[in-house]
């Protein structure tokens, strides 16, 4: 006898077949956002990504260390790790859970690995037993840790002010303006300064935080030109010993430099570690690189020599090519102006102040 198959015989087959087959398909999971770690406001990069073992954050040792300002050190034959920083002296070993904390023995939940390279800690015990504060932001996993350890690196603020006055004379001798100190650029210059004193390098390029055109952008402001300075007892034999370098005495009789920020730190030697930074031009935008408009609206600030500056807006059609232009006039105070720019249709668009130029994706 020959079976026949009804239509509803053929349906119900397909259908399990069909079950069957995605029963067998490889799942494909979307990856959780990397993990981000903040540091008293400053955000710090790690060339090996964090990541939570046991509901621990682990991080590189020496990029919450460093960013603290503490000196650690590694002994391969022990796998043993000793961090100072301050009053407070940590050991721990690399695959152990036992630690000691100022002399005090400490069970760890996790204990540090070694992962593509990199000596991986857990962050919140590091930072809570150096004294700083942590906490975690689910929403944006993200890490902050506020505060450091004692006996860091300490301002020098009447440095500043006379380096200041140094360049400024020096200034003065060829015709040109005096630099326009701003609070943006100052804080810019002393974390640096703070850096290199803590963690006793002397380059432009942090060993936490990259170089001045990537921590720029981290602190929404243009590419900066800079100088640094260490070991000089007077700010007199500092800025003649930039004048004496051709790079560094471009940078002080630039007559484009207008805006500049400095900072000076000393560290617990005596040791002064000074930056200066300068703003190419008369103006410029302090804001996100690039930014993102909110609700079709903008509100940006920025620095300018003139009671008036413009604003000139494109809206872009490709990257190098724009579609419209307007232009805005903001009233500058005390050198200082805030605008609110407000966006008629989504895209791209260019703002440019003096020599600034700035991206707005809207």
């Known amino acids: ?21 995605c029963l067998f398909l490889p799942r494909v999971a979307s990856a959780a956002p990397d993990i981000s770690i903040k540091v008293n406001g400053q955000i710090v990069g790690s060339d090996v990504s964090p990541y939570i073992d046991n509901g621990r954050t682990m991080v590189p040792i020496r990029v919450c260390t460093q960013a603290l300002g503490c000196q650690v050190a590694y002994e391969s034959s022990t796998k043993k790790i000793t961090i100072n920083g301050g009053e407070h002296s940590i050991i721990l070993y690399v695959g152990k859970k036992t630690a000691s904390l100022n002399g005090k023995s400490i069970t760890l939940d996790v204990a540090p690995v070694i992962k593509d390279g990199r000596t991986m800690v857990p962050l919140r015990f590091i930072g809570e037993s150096l004294g700083a504060t942590v906490n975690w932001i689910s929403a944006s996993r993200m890490v902050t840790i506020e505060g450091a350890a004692s006996g860091e690196a300490t301002l020098a603020a009447d440095f500043e002010q006379n380096v200041l006055t140094e360049i400024n004379a020096a200034r003065n001798k060829f015709g040109y303006e005096p ?3 701003v609070s943006e650029l100052t804080t810019f210059a002393r974390n640096h300064a703070k850096d290199m004193a803590n963690n006793k390098y002397f380059s432009h390029t942090s060993p936490v935080y990259g170089d001045i055109a990537s921590r720029s952008a981290k602190a929404g402001l243009p590419t900066l030109a800079g100088i640094i300075g260490k070991g000089f007892l007077s700010a007199n034999a500092q800025v003649n010993t930039w004048m004496g370098s051709l790079e560094s005495r471009e940078n002080v ?9 400095i900072g000076a730190y000393k560290d617990e030697s005596g040791t002064v570690y000074v930056n200066v930074v300068f703003v190419n031009g008369d103006g410029f935008l302090i804001a996100s690189r690039p930014s993102a408009a909110t609700n079709s609206s903008l509100l940006l600030k920025g620095y300018s020599l003139k009671s008036q500056v413009n604003i000139n807006i494109y809206k872009m059609s490709g990257d190098t090519t724009y579609s419209s232009r307007k232009t805005q006039i903001a009233t500058v105070t005390n050198n200082a102006f805030t605008f609110n720019l407000n966006f008629a249709e989504a895209g791209t668009y260019k703002i440019n102040v003096g020599n600034d130029l700035l991206t707005v994706n809207n």
């Open 1 to 21: 006898m020959q079976k026949v198959f009804s239509i509803k015989n053929i349906f119900f087959l397909a259908l399990g077949l069909c079950c069957l087959f």
């Open 179 to 181: 630099l326009v100190v």
């Open 253 to 261: 009789l630039n007559p484009d430099h207008v805006f500049a920020g």
